[in-house]
Nanobody, 119 residues
């Protein structure tokens, strides 16, 4: 079983920055993808960014050029550096890990951390 623990959310003014962290405990295979999704009130959960940690990263269109995802595999931790934050970035941010073993994929989710962008 894998547990994901997020930290780093909070209140920030427009134009500001925040860094989210997500630490994974438990055993995952060497083939896994970690990343972030978010959900704003009244909206569906959407992709923010995911990364394999080695070969690729994928970003949602609304955050490209402003957010950066990176991993420290020695700590099983994924980070999301958020710059130039906008009010529309306000949401609950969820850490996600997709663990691939052969043809099977298991998805894990963190409890979520609130990010509020407001003056």
């Amino acid at each position: 079983q894998v547990q994901l623990v997020e930290s780093g959310g909070g209140l920030v003014q427009p134009g500001g920055s925040l860094r989210l962290s997500c630490a994974a405990s438990g055993s995952m295979s060497s083939t896994n993808i970690m990343g972030w999704y978010r959900q704003a009130p009244g909206k569906e959960r959407e992709l923010v960014a995911v990364t394999s940690g080695v070969s690729y990263s994928i970003y949602g269109d609304s955050v490209k050029g402003r957010f950066t995802i990176f991993r420290d595999n020695t700590k099983n931790t994924v980070y999301l550096q958020m710059n130039h934050l906008k009010p529309e970035d306000t949401a609950i941010y969820y850490c996600n890990a997709a663990d691939y073993r052969g043809n099977d994929r298991t998805m894990y989710w963190g409890q979520g951390t609130q990010v509020t962008v407001s003056s």
